[in-house]
């Protein structure tokens, strides 16, 4: 069956970096749209960063531009989100998605995405 499990999420102070990984088995992962999408406590889930099946288109939210990087390695099934500059708005639960159709302007509505892992937690402290 389809598993994504992400990995890579901790607590570390204002300006430092993570690395989130997310592990994609039971698909055909090079012919999905992936995504990475955040929650905040008492905050609707929303997208953060998403990238193409090929790896060559790419979007991110207005709040983490210039600061995240989403990457994927087709060969090996793994997704990632390399996150510098981190701020305490950054805290929340992020997930790793997977949709098979997703239109270029919904990037970041999670009704896009058909898969979804447990997520990882990501805390920002000041």
């Known amino acids: 069956q389809v598993q994504l499990v992400e990995s890579g999420g901790g607590s570390v102070q204002a300006g430092g970096s993570l690395r989130l990984s997310c592990a994609a088995s039971?698909?055909?992962?090079?012919?999905?749209?992936m995504g990475w999408l955040r929650q905040a406590p008492g905050k609707e889930r929303e997208g953060v960063a998403a990238?193409?099946?090929?790896?060559?288109?790419?979007n991110y939210a207005d709040s983490v531009k210039g600061r995240f990087t989403i990457s994927k390695d087709n060969a090996k099934n793994i997704l990632y989100l390399q996150m510098n500059s981190l701020k305490p708005e950054d805290t929340a639960m992020y997930y790793c998605?997977?949709?098979?159709?997703?239109?270029?302007?919904?990037?970041?509505?999670?009704?896009?995405?058909?898969?979804w892992g447990q997520g990882t937690q990501v805390t920002v402290s000041s």
């Open positions: 998605a997977a949709g098979r159709f997703v239109g270029l302007s919904r990037w970041s509505q999670p009704a896009e995405y058909d898969y």
């Open positions: 039971g698909y055909t992962f090079s012919s999905y749209f």
């Open positions: 990238i193409s099946t090929s790896g060559s288109t790419t």
